[in-house]
């Protein structure tokens, strides 16, 4: 499991350093591509979790929801550190409770398309821009971009304890 979780740090990681500063359509593609990696790709915990049977067993669905648990949080606090860090610095973030909304749609999307696979990407992207009050004719406030500086700092206490526990 903390490789699997590890693994998604990196990806996030990796997403934020390659991402086009000022670019937020082309984020949110981006970023709705690598969600749909995990959740829906082929080795997904989901997939090994009811490999063999038509119905998960239920220690399966328990270390599937502990899983999701320490993913999602995981995520989060590496979303903050670097993605919504380097946002704020250039737009105002328009939302309140930031770790708590980011939960609420991580949560809710991968709910979304376990509920509904064929979901079409362009109505994710829509409602992480509605859920985020992401504005795409939003300018940028007139602050240098230190994204540099944000993208190779470690990861918070916080993220780097769900990746090693």
Same mark, same amino acid.
């Given at each position: &499991?903390?490789?699997?979780?590890g693994?998604?740090?990196r990806?996030?990681?990796?997403?934020?350093?390659?991402?086009?500063?000022?670019?937020?359509?082309l984020? &949110?593609a *981006?970023?709705?591509?690598?969600?749909?990696?995990?959740?829906?790709?082929?080795?997904s &915990?989901?997939d090994?979790?009811?490999?063999?049977?038509?119905l +998960?067993?239920?220690?399966?669905?328990?270390?599937?929801?502990?899983?999701?648990d320490?993913?999602?949080?995981?995520?989060?606090?590496?979303?903050?550190? @670097?993605?919504?860090?380097?946002?704020?610095?250039?737009?105002?973030?328009?939302?309140?409770?930031?770790?708590?909304?980011f939960?609420l749609?991580?949560?809710?999307?991968?709910?979304?398309?376990? $509920?509904?696979?064929?979901?079409d990407d362009?109505v994710?992207?829509? &409602?992480?821009?509605?859920?985020?009050?992401?504005? +795409? *004719?939003?300018q +940028?406030?007139?602050?240098?971009?230190?994204?540099?500086?944000?993208? @190779?700092?470690? $990861? +918070?206490?916080?993220?780097?304890?769900?990746? @090693?526990?």
């Amino acid at each position: &499991l903390e490789e699997h979780i590890g693994e998604f740090v990196r990806s996030i990681r990796a997403w934020d350093a390659a991402r086009e500063v000022g670019s937020i359509e082309l984020a &949110l593609a *981006d970023c709705i591509a690598l969600f749909r990696r995990y959740v829906a790709g082929q080795d997904s &915990l989901a997939d090994q979790a009811s490999a063999g049977s038509d119905l +998960p067993r239920i220690e399966n669905a328990g270390l599937y929801n502990r899983f999701l648990d320490r993913a999602v949080r995981a995520m989060v606090d590496t979303l903050r550190a @670097t993605t919504v860090e380097a946002y704020g610095r250039r737009h105002r973030i328009a939302i309140e409770n930031v770790d708590e909304t980011f939960c609420l749609l991580l949560y809710g999307l991968i709910g979304l398309t376990r $509920a509904n696979p064929d979901v079409d990407d362009a109505v994710l992207a829509a &409602l992480v821009r509605q859920t985020l009050r992401l504005d +795409p *004719d939003d300018q +940028p406030d007139d602050r240098p971009d230190d994204r540099a500086a944000i993208s @190779t700092d470690p $990861a +918070p206490a916080d993220a780097e304890q769900h990746t @090693t526990q």
